[in-house]
């Protein structure tokens, strides 16, 4: 028979806390704004994998419906983020975070 050990939920807590943390730290102090929002989809992703976590230790499928919707919307952001982008880099040969000011012409 196999044994199969199992890893303590703090472990999984503690790994989704530095991935958030990796992701903060590189959307603030990136420049290109396709980093900063791939730093935010790493942050989406964090935040996932604690409601999965915590979903499996209290043994309710709260945390995967959660899961589930925000990845939802992760993909809709996307699409509509990289669109967003396309225009920018159209318009202002740009997509520098301190370059792009479209409220200032």
Not at 15 to 36: D, K, M, P, W
Not at 41 to 48: D, K, Q, R, T, Y
Request: a neutral charge; hydrophobic letters at 65%.
């Amino acid at each position: 028979m196999w044994v199969v050990p199992t890893i303590p939920p703090a472990c999984f807590l503690i790994l989704s806390a530095i991935l958030f943390t990796i992701g903060v730290i590189g959307a603030l102090t990136r420049r290109n704004a396709i980093v900063v929002f791939m730093c935010i989809e790493l942050m989406l992703n964090a935040v996932n994998l604690t409601f999965i976590t915590l979903s499996r230790f209290l043994q309710s499928l709260d945390g995967v419906l959660f899961a589930f919707f925000v990845i939802a919307v992760a993909a809709a952001e996307a699409a509509v983020g990289l669109a967003i982008f396309v225009m920018i880099y159209r318009s202002r040969e740009t997509i520098n975070v301190d370059e792009i000011n479209i409220l200032k012409w």
